[in-house]
Each structure stands twice: as structure tokens, then as C-alpha cells.
């Protein structure tokens, strides 16, 4: 009877695996994706490729669909994609770092799409010095790059956080927040500083452009979802580099797309241009990996880390910047190498300038 039962047992385990592997086998391959966006002038184009059929043209061609969601708050976006809705997001290396990757969930940098070169600003009411910002309260998305960015202001002129209150405010908020009485400074980012320079009590005291290359702007996505689909990240490539290269294009059609997309993040075309003039956009992807491959991105995320775990934003308990790895293209890794969850890849852009996607 033992023996009989055993046997049974052996049957059911083999029945069962079997069962397993065959379902293992029949698992049909993920095709629908899901994408995540929000107003930015250098992320504008995702909602005018979603749109125009851009976005269906190549994921068609890679036999997938996308969906492309646009996001009022941008923070509500990286959060999403860090709980598992998404599987990819727009957001800044800095936001990579500090909210998908710092909390567990291994992330792609598929398109470093251009950097901020004015676009984000400190701006004070009837003050024209930043060093007017001292005593003051200062609204802004705290930990954001705007946190980061007056952080660098006031290194510029040797004061330090010490000498300012944050106060929390979400990018939904910041122009009304503005135009009430008690809020005299705030840094934000375009269309948000367009908007509010528009008040005459509002003057730039400091911008991105006096950090080239600090803030940079991204596609990323689940590595593991990469990994497992990497027609996924192709299409995403191709979406990009034919929206962008319309977007600059010096033709009726790119004056058209650029107006579309000024409209769509509450502009003029003037405005819009006037957006992108303060953005090193990388349209062709060679000058996308010409920035990736440099020696700037290292030292940048170096800064980056620094500032992160400065304010405890790198995980409870985080002993050091380097309890993060972040991975550069070439391999080496800042930090944890056995703790990655910050990739930047150049795969997906060289098959975009090899015209190989």
C-alpha cells in the first residue's frame, strides 16, 4: 500500500509538472504596453506621436500595442510606474534614481531625450537677486529637480538649504500658487515658468542653463519588461526619433507639430519654441549617444547620488550614495554593483542611428 501510494505520488508530481510546463510554454508573450507621460516641452512629443498614429506605426510594426497616458502630476506618474501599472515613464535622471530605482524596481534609460538648458527656474516675487531668496519660503515639488536645482543656486552663492524654508507644492498647484500673497519664490519648470513670468512681479533669478547637462530628461522602462520584450524598446525609439526629427524639422509640417504640441501644454507656438530654445534637445539619436557615452553622465549622477541621500531619499537605512548601482553604458557601475537599479543603456538609440530598428 506504501509502495501504492508513492507510485501515486510520483505520478501526481510528474502530472503536475508537466502541467506546469506545458502551461510555462503556452504563456503567450506580453504585447500590450502601457506608457506614462506628462507636460514638459521635451516629452510634449509622446502625446503628438499618441495622437497622430505615430505610436500605432511602430507598434504595429513590431506587432504590439501601446498605450500613451498623459499625467497632470508628474510625481502621481512615477509613482504609478514604480507600483507596476506602467511599464515605462518620462521623468529626470534624478527622479529615476529617487523613486523608481530607490524603491526596488530595476530601471532602463531607453532615450535620454535632451537636457534642461533654461527651462528650470528659480523665480522671485519683486526681487531680482537670487541672493533675495535668503529667509524666504520657497514652493516647489520637494525632491524633485527643482530641489535640486535650488540646491545648486545656492551652492553659486555659498549659502546652503539652511537658509530657506521648502515648502511642499505639486507642479498641478504652482502658478496658483504663485499668484497668492504669502508665496514670494518658487522654482519650477516650463510651461509652469512661462506662465508665471508672465505675472511682472515674477523675475528669474537662476535656470538650468548655469548646470548644463545636470537635468536631464528621459524615456525609462521596467528593465525586466525590456529584457523580456525588446521590440518594446525599439518601437519606443523609433516613436521618438520620427516625432523629434518632425518636431525640429524647418517645414510646414514642423511648424504644424510644434504648434500642436505648444497648444497641447497650454502655449503659443512662440511660447513653445520659445521652450525649446532653452532645451538641448536630442533629436538625432548620434548626439544622444554622444552625451550618453561622455564623461559628464558619470560625474553627473555622482552629483546626483550625493544630493539624494543627503536628503534620505536613497532607501531607509541607506548607509552611503553608493547603496544604489547605477549602471553607464559601458558596463561600470557607480556604487552596488550587485544592487543595479538604474541602467543607461545605448542599445536602443545605436539601432536608431545604425537604422537598424
Request: net charge negative; no cysteine.
Given at each position: ?19 506546469g ?37 511602430w ?30 515613464v ?31 527656474a ?40 539652511q ?20 508665496v ?15 505675472n ?103 552629483l ?14 541607506a ?39
Open positions: 500500500m506504501q509502495t501504492f501510494s508513492k507510485l501515486l505520488s510520483i505520478t501526481a508530481l510528474t502530472a503536475s509538472l508537466a502541467f510546463m506545458a502551461t510555462v510554454a503556452m504563456a503567450a508573450p506580453k504585447t500590450d504596453f502601457k506608457v506614462a507621460w506628462s507636460i514638459y516641452v521635451g516629452w510634449m512629443p509622446w502625446g503628438y506621436a499618441a495622437d497622430h498614429g505615430i505610436v500605432k506605426k507598434a504595429d510594426k513590431y506587432g504590439i500595442t501601446i498605450e500613451v497616458t498623459q499625467f497632470n502630476d508628474y510625481v502621481e506618474s512615477m509613482n504609478q510606474y514604480t507600483a507596476g501599472a506602467f511599464d515605462a518620462t521623468l529626470t535622471n534624478m527622479d529615476g534614481l529617487s523613486i523608481p530605482a530607490a524603491g526596488g524596481v530595476d530601471t532602463t534609460a531607453v532615450i535620454v531625450g535632451d537636457f534642461s538648458n533654461g527651462n528650470d528659480v523665480l522671485l516675487k519683486d526681487k531680482d537677486n537670487l541672493a533675495d531668496v535668503k529667509g524666504q519660503n520657497v514652493n516647489l515639488v520637494e525632491f524633485s529637480v527643482s530641489h535640486y536645482l535650488l540646491a545648486r543656486a545656492l551652492e553659486s552663492i555659498q549659502s546652503s538649504e537658509d530657506v524654508k521648502v515648502v511642499n507644492t505639486s507642479d498641478a498647484d504652482m502658478v496658483a500658487a504663485y499668484e497668492t500673497a504669502d514670494t519664490a518658487v522654482v519650477t519648470w516650463n510651461p509652469l515658468v512661462e506662465t508665471i513670468l508672465k511682472s512681479t515674477a523675475k528669474k533669478v537662476f535656470d538650468s542653463s548655469q548646470i548644463p547637462g545636470e537635468i536631464i530628461d528621459l524615456m525609462v522602462a521596467n528593465s525586466g519588461v525590456l529584457k523580456d520584450n525588446p521590440d518594446f524598446g525599439k518601437a519606443l525609439a523609433g516613436i521618438w526619433y520620427e516625432t523629434a526629427d518632425l518636431m525640429t524639422a524647418d517645414s510646414a509640417e514642423g511648424k504644424a507639430a510644434r504648434e500642436a504640441m505648444g497648444s497641447a501644454s497650454g502655449t503659443d507656438l512662440k511660447g513653445f519654441e520659445a521652450q525649446m530654445a532653452a532645451t538641448k534637445l536630442f533629436a538625432k539619436p548620434a548626439d544622444a549617444l554622444a552625451f550618453t557615452s561622455s564623461p559628464s553622465l558619470p560625474k553627473t549622477m555622482d546626483v547620488r550625493s544630493f539624494l541621500f543627503e536628503k534620505g531619499l536613497l532607501g531607509n537605512g548607509a552611503s550614495a553608493d547603496v544604489i548601482g547605477i549602471e553607464m553604458p559601458d558596463g561600470k557601475v557607480l556604487g552596488d554593483s550587485a544592487n543595479v537599479k538604474l541602467r543607461f543603456t545605448e542599445t536602443y538609440m545605436k539601432a536608431a542611428a545604425d537604422g537598424s530598428l
